[in-house]
């Protein structure tokens, strides 16, 4: 059984480019959820995917956007970088929906904005 | 925001019990009590989760009080691997997997 894996590990990009980071769940699950948590903080949730649909999404703007595939990978997609998008990405996956389930975790992208 | 209250720091002698304490005094009837922990440059690890009754599993024993207000978690023998942030996070058990930390605590272990 293979755990959550993400890339890249480490990212540097600009004010003002676009991001796509990738990450690739456990086998047999079929949520994921995307956070960020910057330096010093807890992780803060984005949204959360679901059968290939959006299902839950936190306190982030629309230039955050997601996918997920027919093979339950997913894509966070961030546009129009700002400085303070610098932080760890964080993925995490589970086997269902809602309920009592834990999550699993990837070990993250650190993106840096310059 | 997060639901939960718990002290920014602590240190524990390896070997040791380490007991970390967790408010959350506005915790409602269906929500659950998680525990996760986040070493150094990994993402968090689930560690374990209860509503009223006390939980153990191989990695730590959950100790919840009788109006749940608030719960300790208890590493029985802490280890230097044992280093980390702990979080205590409230989740409704009907909700979604949105998990929402809190600062945490740093749990340092010394030899």
């Known amino acids: 059984e293979t755990g959550v894996t993400q890339s890249p590990t480490h990212l540097i990009k600009t004010r003002g480019q676009q991001v796509t980071l990738r990450c690739s769940s456990q086998s047999g699950h079929n949520t994921v959820s995307w956070y960020q948590q910057a330096l010093g903080q807890g992780p803060q949730f984005i949204f959360q995917y679901y059968r290939e649909e959006e299902n839950g999404r936190g306190n982030f703007p629309p230039r955050f956007s997601g996918l997920q595939f027919p093979n339950y990978s997913s894509e966070l997609n961030v546009n129009a970088l700002e400085l303070d998008d610098s932080a760890l990405y964080l993925c995490?996956?589970?086997?269902?929906?809602?309920?009592?389930?834990?999550?699993?975790f990837g070990p993250g992208t650190r993106l840096t904005v310059l | 925001d997060a639901k939960t209250t718990q002290p920014p720091s602590m240190d524990c002698a390896e070997g040791r019990a380490a007991n970390l304490p967790c408010n959350h005094s506005?915790?409602?009837?269906?929500?659950?009590v998680y525990w996760y922990r986040q070493i150094h440059s990994q993402g968090p690890q689930y560690i374990i989760h209860g509503l009223k009754n006390n939980e153990t599993n191989e990695m730590a024993s959950l100790i919840i009080t009788e109006d749940r207000k608030s719960s300790t978690l208890i590493l029985p023998h802490a280890t230097l691997r044992d280093t980390a942030v702990y979080y205590c996070i409230v989740k409704d058990g009907n909700a979604g997997n949105m998990l929402t930390f809190g600062g945490g605590t740093r749990l340092m272990v010394k030899p």
């Open positions: 506005t915790i409602s009837g269906n929500e659950y």
């Open positions: 995490a996956s589970s086997f269902r929906l809602a309920g009592l389930n834990e999550q699993f």
